[in-house]
Each structure stands twice: as C-alpha cells, then as structure tokens.
C-alpha cells in the first residue's frame, strides 16, 4: 500500500496499570503488532520494515502479534516471516492467529509452522509464561473459529492471577467481562480506517450510509461500499477502553484495506506496565 493511502507509522505509547502486578513486572515493555495483511498489496516493504526497526530500538521485553498476517491464501507468510524473524525482545515473540489467517483449509498449519520456524511462538488456545508465572499470557483462537472456548483457558487460572489475553476480535471483550483480563489486546478493525474529526470512525455509520446511495452507484465504486470489518461493537474500535475491571486495547493494525486510511494511521503500540 502506498504511503499516500496509509499514511506514516504512528508509534502509540501507553500505559496499562494492573492489580496486583508483581513489583518485577513493573515497567516491562510489550510491544503490539496487528492485521499485517501482508500479500503485495496492502502493506509496503518500507512500512514494514520501519515497524520493525522500532520496535527494535525501542528493545521490549516482549513481543505481541494479534493475527491476520496475509489476506487471503497463505503463501505470502514466508517472505513475511523472513522479516518477522528479525523481530528482537528479551522474553520472545508470541502471536495467535486472527480470521484471515485461517481463510484456506491449509492456512492455520501453513501460517503456524512459518511463525514457529522464525521463532515466533503461536498460541492456539494455549497459556505462555514468557515473563514468568505471575502474569501469564493466553491466547484464544479467533472468535469466529469453530474452537473459541474462552472458559477452556481462564478456567485454569486462579481469580488472584494477573493475566494479558490476545485475541484478534475485540467484540470478544463482551464475553470476556464474565474472567478477569487485566489486558485484551485485539486488532481486526483497522481503526475503522477512515475517521472524521469530531464525529468519528464512518464505519459505525457504513451500512445506513450503503443504504441510501443508489444501487447503480455503488456498482461503480464497489471498495467505497464494501463491509471490510464486521464488529458488534463499533465503539471499540481501537484504542484503550475499559469495561468494568477488564481492559481492552485495539490496535489500528499496519496494512490497510482500498480506499485507504484517513486520520487513522497504522500503528506499533508499546505498552509499559505499571501496578494499580
């Protein structure tokens, strides 16, 4: 994707406090990647590898992908992975898969076996403890895959245990509220892409917006009418939110999707983690 349609690289810092966060966690850096699409199209060689040269300077202690690493067919994630493995932290890479990554029938082996052989380790419905056994970080498969079990995870946890939970589709979080999740980091929506000041993403007004344009129209512009990132819940579509103890991040992701983003950067996020 042309820089002029995605704009440049927007490095968002934050920080997340969390309850009882041990006092050796405090100030670990995690650095968030998300919806790559990488396929040609919609995510330059330049953005890409300036998104990785950051999140080298800025040395994290751990890093985490939340899925959609190609578009559609699957073999494009081995010239991904080839950058990808240039990827540094001090406690690893960990990354789950989001629904494109699961597009063809092969896609899920395909994809997993080049992320591991770059030395990224995928969560598929599994628990890590790359920073130790105080705040581990679990990934649950994509909401729309037939394994999504959320409770076959955090039911193992103990109440008392801080955690960081990685799931591609923020709408998640909705379910998500009946565990403790110190930490959902999601990706998915893009930010919405387009986003006018003042009012907004455009995405939560896209189908009211289709509605009213003439059929014959919207056959000559099929990109500007097409349903990209189909969310329940609009209001989170990116950034930081809070839904009663829990806590949501959404990344606006790097590729970009036709017409392009406005006011809606690509993103690298670094979270630092602080005690409540």
């Known amino acids: 994707m042309h820089r002029f349609l995605s704009g440049p690289l927007s490095v968002e810092q934050l920080t997340v406090n969390i309850a009882g966060l041990s006092a050796s966690l405090q100030g670990k850096k995690l650095v968030h990647l998300s919806d790559f699409h990488y396929d040609g199209l919609r995510l330059s060689e330049a953005m890409l590898e300036e998104a990785i040269a950051v999140s080298n300077q800025i040395q994290p ?14 073999q494009p994630i081995h010239q991904l992975t080839k950058k990808l493995q240039k990827l540094q932290s001090h406690a690893g890479i960990y990354a ?15 994809i997993t076996q080049a992320l591991t052989k770059a030395g990224i380790q995928v969560l598929w419905n599994e628990i890590a403890y790359p920073l130790g056994t105080e705040l581990p970080i679990v990934g649950i498969v994509d909401y729309y895959y037939r394994e999504f079990n959320p409770d076959l995870l955090l039911k193992q946890l103990e109440p008392t ?13 909705a379910m998500l509220q009946a565990w403790r999740v110190d930490l959902q980091l999601s990706g998915h ?6 986003v006018i000041p003042g009012l ?27 349903d990209y990132f189909i969310v329940r819940h609009p209001e989170w579509l990116q950034g930081l939110h809070r839904l009663g103890k829990n806590q949501l991040y959404v990344n606006r992701g ?23």
């Open 200 to 226: 907004g993403a455009v995405l939560p007004y896209h189908k009211k917006i289709v509605r009213r344009v003439p059929r014959k129209i919207r056959r000559l512009f099929p990109l500007l009418f097409k």
């Open 161 to 173: 245990t801080p955690r960081i939970v990685l799931c591609h589709n923020p709408d998640t979080a």
């Open 96 to 110: 789950i898969l989001g629904n494109h990554d699961l597009y063809q029938k092969n896609s899920k082996t395909e």
């Open 189 to 194: 929506t893009h930010g919405g892409q387009i």
């Open 254 to 276: 790097l590729g970009t999707y036709l017409p392009g983003r406005l006011f809606c950067p690509p993103e690298l996020t670094v979270i630092t983690l602080e005690a409540e």
């Open 61 to 74: 202690d751990l890093v985490l992908l939340t899925g959609d690493y190609v578009t559609t067919t699957p």
